[in-house]
């Protein structure tokens, strides 16, 4: 089709009903073009193109068309702008100050409809700003299939609205307020936060689950306000699910840790960076020798890059530690973009090679060998162990350890039988790459740098790398990536440059094995 | 490596452009009549040679360096692109010099053996920039102090970053001996024996004196009481103006306009409201322009009052001071009663002003006016003919008008040394061509000349309100288009489309298209000049404003050479140095 | 177009006219003691020609343009006016607004929570008032706004709330304007 085709060449047609990912409406009538030979102007959005075609899209006719579609969607159209969340990404607005006319005409008084109508649990409803371009409609009858949004009435008399006993609560509902191009649909954990001219937006990779959408981060004065998906064809289109689209807020916590803690005399107590890693050090290297690294048990966290699994993998490896093991937790899955593993990176973690070696083990039995002595050392990251683990099993290991090291976003229950415990970062301060369930490697940027220059999970894996063997070791993720590819078989020549902003697929069946 | 020769025929034609194209064929690399500025982009290695023929050559006649400035297009090589503004005050027109540099090293001849006025010019592209102009005598930083790192008007030098100058001499608080903390940059202190047989001496007088009013540090060498040497430094008021317009909107530098010169800031928004006009292509209504005119001319009258009365008390004449500084006050009641405030005016706007008149305006102002016009007179009686004054004033602070305009020095100083320079005049702009008044020149050029001739503009401003005040037309103060001026407010609340442009405009800004313009405007002490440089967004690339206070001080050092310390003071007041316009 | 060019007037030089230099003394001793005297009945018969207003027994009456701090308007009902739209914090030059919208109940559903303007950096400029679409923020006539620390130049919604009976000065000066 026409319109498809101008966009993808750089030539703007303002258009509302239309929408890539969605079948053809044809209701809006924004995108009228002059086509060289056709009497009248034609939609753009339902005109195959042929050749010799000539199309025009900025002569008086086509303004004129713009301007009555725009005066006639402007003439109901409550005066909400100063109220509306819409108002700065707009398209009405957009449109109507570049295409529409310069004076309001009409008299009327508008039309009443219902405002901040709660039409499911993660959104509102505003009719009277509706311009039934009927986006939202389509995206719950073609993408989720869950029909729950409507057009009542016929005519001037037409309303956007949902069944009384059928709320929109299908798991990717904010989705329509992504696709409403006026400030209709609003997702109430946005409502009234904070105007969107504020917001800085960096693009980076949906952490909640290993479907990895693409997202970006819409980010200001140092916290998260707001996920929103960026498209993907390969992963997720132009969607993501409103779990993953609202699970920031561990981000700017107040909770979070900040300091490494150290235990003494029986208390848990901040220190100072040098003395973690100088502990930490020490411990590590004592039983490594003690046992040849069979001592210790190393359990990776699925939410790391991969430059930071890779580094860690170093690491054990220095220590000849065999019983490695990543902890996932998992959940239900849908057809669609949700998936069971629910963290981002567990496969980049297997395979870069934190998988039990050939004389260690992995979970469950690290835990057992932990509870009968024969490990006396576990370096835990991430939160997924205490959330999969069985609870006694785990209390029996954390009586018989000699040495625990926990390494997490928060002071989890977990932290507060360790001996050491590390701040971890949250993904939106980092950069790196995550590998999603299909193989598909894809970048994270990082949208502020983390507070009092905390280091990331990469960096302490550097440092203790620096305190336990020769050599010169620094995290630059870019060079890492380098590094990686050349030690991982299935990740031969992979860069930055690369990955790019849409990630680069593994080859298939790559199931990435290192010696 | 060179670049292709220009086809002249695409290129637009201009006699300027046309004798440069003629005498220096292939290194003019392009030409541009943007918006009617004459622009050229010539090779940086022909400057000095297109410099001197543009300055000599008698169809071109390019006396006056106007500004030295420079673009920094981060990511385009070669990155830099330094800028020269030229002005003829022959033929009265204009000239814009451009020439690229790279930025592994950016360096260029120096065009101050052409025009000595450059030297401050470069200095400050030099501190501001880091282009380095080869063959300049004295070229060292002007507004920050040695010690900065970095150069911050580049693009990569983030707004936020934070150098603050702590403890004596260094920021590491190392001691640098017993020279004084700040004189690292200074040429070692006098030596020897004066004529009297004393010891030559070195005094600072500023940044803090009371009888220079600004801040400005003067560091003279004395023998007895002659000035042997003196190095006048600036930049103590510097606040990173263009910096701070580069990174909001246009709308939000108006402003800051206000304080460069704070003294008339009105004519410091007009200046820069037309160079955005400029920019966007369009004219305002005739009942803005008069209005921008009126309020105009009240504010030169009170940097005109301002700067007879300073002088006035700085050589101890504390009665005419006040009788000046009331007529002042009678004019800011008039600036109050038409913007709101009477420093920060903050009138005028891109596409038209802010308000119009109040009722009853015209009465109000000339009662005012008239009052203020008979405490001038008084203040006159007082002044102009007393001998102590005249003593002071007399003979001192001149120098040839060649040299003034080889400085680049414009306004009441430079009309004072006898040349008939008044942009209302010459380059008429906004409705100064339908109105009558007079533009006075001095005969000798000294201290006596200045105060003279900007008693004269005083009652010419005067003349010029009365007139604006009976010509005022009907109409809109505003340009009818909702993509530049923000909408009426009946409208905002009630209509949709209003509504929506009114969100638009705020948030966005007008966008110009992308360009670069330059426009000067008489301001109370001479051009006040802004080229701005638009990208296509909201928000200026770039946006210079031209000081006149900044070239009309450079040639203080020589105007006070030889003299005694007591003839600074006149000479200082009378340039009228305004420190928000001198520093940005 | 008439402008012409004048050459000043210069007094004769002092060596040449010594009897008009002395007599120039005499004058401006004439006009100073003229304002002198002036001024010194005017105090005596309690009718002062000065201009100084004696502050803060007298005050000066400010015109209707006049821009001092920055207030919220206050309705009827108590409430501000304000819907928390944030033009007037994107428009500000100097960052001093800071706003942080809430949801009410009410039929306007949108209110600031946070409405705080840092005093020591706003400049009086008025462009809030201008970028407000509601009528919600005006320019008052305040401008005593001394405070005692640093931390009390920022000022709150409670702080900044002023009744629209007291600011009919302002809105009858703003409506002028409104049919640009």
Known sequence: ?515 | MPEPALDTAAAPSHPILDRLQAQFANDVRETSLYRGDVSANIAPERLLDVARFVRDDPALRFDMPIDVTAVDYLGREPRFEVVYHLYSTEHHHRLRLKARVPEDNPSIASVTPVWVGANWLERETYDMYGIRFTGHPDLRRIYLYDEFEGHPLRKDYPKEKRQPLIGPGSRRGESVGDEHPYSTDLPPPPRGKGMLGADLMRVQVGPSHPATHGTVRMVVDLDGETIVNADVQVGFLHRGFEKECESGFYYQAIPYTDRLNYSSAILCNVGYCMAVEKLLGIETPPRCQFLRVIAGELARMADHFLGIGATALELNAFTPFLYLLESRELVWDLVDAICGARVTSNYVRIGGVSADLPDGFAELARAKIAKALKLLDDAEKVLTENPIFRARMEGVGAIPPEELIAFGVCGPVLRAAGVDLDLRRAQPYLVYDQLDFDVPLGTRGDNMDRYLVRLVELRQSARIIEQCLGMLPAGPIDVDDPAIRWPGKSKVFGRMEELIDQFKLVTEGCKPPPGEVYVGTESANGEIGFFLVSDGTGKPYKCRARTPSFSNTQPLARMIQGRLIADLVPTFDMINLIGGECDR | ?180
Not at chain 1, 24 to 36: A, F, K, L, N, P
Not at chain 1, 378 to 393: I, K, Q
């Open chain 1, 1 to 515: 089709m026409l319109l498809p085709v101008a966009i993808d060449n750089g030539i703007h047609i303002p258009h509302y009903c239309w929408h890539p990912k969605l079948s053809i409406d044809g209701s809006c009538r924004m995108c009228q073009v002059e086509i060289e030979g056709n009497p009248k102007l034609a939609i753009a959005c339902n005109t195959p193109i042929r050749d010799g075609m000539v199309v025009r899209t900025t002569t008086p006719a086509v303004q004129k068309a713009r301007r009555g579609v725009l005066e006639l969607l402007l003439v109901n159209h409550p005066l909400d702008c100063p109220i509306c969340d819409k108002a700065g990404e707009c398209l009405l607005q957009d449109y109507s100050f570049n295409f529409g006319s310069r004076q309001g005409r009409s008299r009327e008084p508008r039309r009443k409809l219902q405002k901040r109508k709660d039409i499911g649990p993660r959104m509102i409803l505003d009719q009277e700003r509706c311009i039934l371009c009927r986006r939202c409609v389509r995206f719950c009858r073609e993408i989720t299939g869950t029909f729950e949004l409507a057009v009542f009435n016929m005519g001037d008399r037409s309303v956007l609205d949902i069944l009384e006993d059928k709320p929109l609560a299908n798991d990717y509902s904010i989705c329509t307020a992504d696709i409403c191009p006026v400030g209709a649909l609003e997702s109430k954990e946005f409502h009234h936060r904070l105007r969107v001219w504020f917001l800085k937006k960096t693009p980076s990779v949906c952490p909640s689950c290993s479907n990895g959408c693409n997202i970006t981060v819409d980010h200001y004065r140092e916290r998260v306000w707001r996920l929103m998906p960026r498209r993907n064809d390969a992963v997720n289109q132009c969607w993501m699910c409103d779990h993953g689209r609202l699970n920031f807020a561990h981000v700017n916590s107040p909770d979070r840790l900040r300091r490494p803690l150290v235990r003494r005399n029986g208390r848990l107590e901040t220190c100072e960076w040098d003395e973690a890693f100088a502990t930490a050090a020490t411990h590590l290297r004592r039983v490594a020798h003690a046992t040849q690294g069979c001592g210790i048990g190393a359990v990776a966290s699925p939410h790391l890059t991969n430059e930071e699994h890779f580094r860690f993998w170093q690491l054990l490896k220095v220590l000849s530690v065999p019983n490695v093991d990543v902890a996932v937790r998992t959940g239900s899955d849908d057809r669609f973009l949700i998936k069971a593993e629910k963290a981002a990176n567990a496969r980049g973690a297997r395979d870069i090679g934190l998988r039990p070696g050939s004389e260690g083990v992995g979970l469950p039995a690290m835990l057992d060998a932990a509870a009968s002595g024969s490990i006396s050392v576990l370096y835990v990251c991430g939160p997924d162990l205490w959330e999969t683990a069985d609870r006694d099993l785990l209390g029996k290991a954390m009586e018989r350890l000699e040495y625990l090291i926990v390494q997490d976003v928060f002071r989890s229950p977990l932290a507060e039988r360790a001996h050491l415990v590390l701040p971890s970062l949250t993904w939106a301060e980092k950069i790196g790459t995550f590998t999603n369930h299909a193989g598909r490697v894809q970048q994270l940027q990082r949208a502020f740098a983390p507070l009092n220059g905390q280091p990331s999970d990469g960096e302490i894996f550097t440092r203790l790398l620096m305190q336990l063997s020769e050599g010169r070791w620094t995290f630059e993720p870019e060079s890492i990536l380098e590094e990686i590819a050349a030690t991982v078989p299935a990740y031969a020549g992979l860069s930055y440059a690369g990955v790019g902003t849409q990630g680069v697929a593994l080859a298939e069946g790559s199931a990435g094995a290192t010696s």
């Open chain 3, 1 to 180: 177009m008439a402008t012409r060019v004048v050459s000043v007037w210069r007094p004769r030089p002092m060596q040449q006219s010594w009897g008009r230099t002395a007599w120039a003394v005499v004058t401006g001793m004439w006009v100073t003691n003229r304002h002198f005297v002036r001024n010194l009945l005017g105090f005596i018969i309690r009718k002062p020609t000065t201009f100084t207003v004696q502050f803060p027994e007298q005050r000066l009456e400010f015109p209707n343009a006049f821009r001092g701090m920055p207030v919220l308007v206050q309705m009827d009902n108590g409430k501000e006016r304000c819907v928390a739209c944030g033009l007037c914090e994107w428009a500000c030059p100097t960052d001093c607004i800071t706003i942080f919208p809430a949801e009410t109940a009410d039929e306007i559903e949108r209110y600031p929570e946070v409405f705080d303007i840092n005093l020591s950096r706003c400049m009086f400029c008025g462009l809030c008032e201008e970028a407000c679409p509601e009528e919600a923020i005006v320019m008052s006539q305040n401008v005593e706004v001394a405070v005692y620390s640093r931390r009390g130049t920022i000022w709150h919604k409670e702080d900044l709330l002023v009744p629209v009976s007291q600011l009919g000065k302002r809105l009858q000066h703003l409506h002028r304007g409104y049919d640009r």
